[in-house]
């Protein structure tokens, strides 16, 4: 049998590096976090680009995932059965609410934003699936590290507002509270001015898949002492109950 090809390597660590962080890498970066000669990195970079894999700001010249590869991975979260059980009660959470719907699942250290709804509004709204968000910093990260044990606890958190729980005791006390609570909220702990609640997903026999929330600007989110509003929170944890449900059917 043949060994594996190395060009295909490197390129799926390039991809692979352009998925984390801000998402967008100059070359000599590129090429100092893989460990390859500019050239080389130039080249294979060149070569996604070719196929729409990867982009290139005009301005900065910094390199991002193409449009091609997203559609791509679109085309597996349309597949994702989560997704496609959850679809119908994302859209009436919206409606509901008033807010932006998301799902999200754990993958690879992070929440993978698998389905995301609109705000009923016409306000500019950026699309977020196959977004990463921080298991820590955010109500569906909280949700899935409060049911899973086996995701590692012992990892640095990042500090990303003067907000953030970085500390593992006290990480652990908000873990407990959610396990007894049954939801998950974060005011301004990812992002200044942003909020979020979330509920567990449950598959048949109990297991938590995932998390269904809303989010937004923390006013819309929370009350004036940044508590989250109950009203949301009940429709929140009526729509992972119902998901939770079809999962089951």
């Not at 509004?121 to 569906?140: K, S």
Request: hydrophobic fraction near 45%.
């Amino acid at each position: 049998m043949p060994g594996p090809i190395q060009s295909i390597e490197r390129a799926a660590a390039m991809l692979r590096l352009l998925a984390r962080g801000s998402g967008q890498y100059g070359l000599a970066e590129i090429a100092a976090a893989l460990g390859l000669a500019k050239g080389t990195a130039h080249g294979i970079l060149r070569t996604l680009q070719r196929v729409e894999f990867v982009e290139q700001d005009q301005e900065s010249g910094r390199y991002r995932l193409g449009a091609a590869l997203l559609h791509l991975g679109s085309s597996y979260l349309d597949a994702n059965e989560l997704r496609s059980r959850s679809i119908n009660w994302a859209d009436t959470l919206a409606a509901r609410s008033g807010q932006e719907v998301r799902i999200g699942v754990h993958h690879d250290g992070a929440v993978l934003v698998v389905h995301h709804v609109f705000r009923p509004d016409d306000t500019m709204q950026t699309l977020g699936v196959g977004a990463m968000l921080p298991l820590h910093a955010t109500a569906f990260g909280k949700v899935l590290l409060a049911y899973d044990a086996t995701l590692a606890r012992d990892r640095e958190l990042t500090s990303l507002t003067r907000r953030t729980i970085v500390s593992p005791p006290a990480l652990e006390r908000v873990l407990a509270q959610v396990r007894a609570d049954g939801w998950a909220s974060e005011a301004e702990e990812c992002m200044p001015g942003e909020a979020g609640i979330a509920a567990p997903i449950r598959a048949p026999g109990g297991l938590v898949v995932g998390a269904i929330g809303v989010s937004g600007a923390v006013e819309r989110i929370c009350d004036s002492a940044s508590r989250p509003k109950p009203a949301l929170v009940g429709q929140v944890r009526s729509a992972a109950d119902a998901v939770s449900r079809a999962l089951s059917d």
